[in-house]
């Protein structure tokens, strides 16, 4: 893979105690966006809220 492609990576959103799985994408620009893993038995795709603002929280600001 080249650094500038953009990669997905398989997850586990870390706010409850349900395990949802996860995808987050990066982009080659740093840019990154989750979507709930189709795949995951606990989720089945669908994110809550707060998993769905995962990729919000990927900075060192505050």
Same mark, same amino acid.
């Given at each position: 893979? #080249?650094i $500038?492609?953009a ?5 586990t ?5 349900? =395990?949802?799985? /996860?995808l987050? #994408?990066? &982009?080659a620009?740093?840019? /990154?966006?989750?979507? =709930? $893993?189709?795949h ?9 809220? #707060?998993?769905?603002?995962? &990729?919000?929280?990927? $900075?060192? $600001?505050?």
């Amino acid at each position: 893979m #080249k650094i $500038d492609e953009a990669r997905e990576v398989r997850t586990t959103c870390p706010y409850c105690g349900v =395990g949802c799985g /996860v995808l987050a #994408k990066v &982009a080659a620009n740093g840019e /990154v966006t989750v979507r =709930g $893993d189709p795949h995951h038995p606990a989720n089945f795709g669908r994110l809550c809220s #707060k998993g769905s603002a995962l &990729a919000e929280t990927i $900075d060192l $600001d505050g």
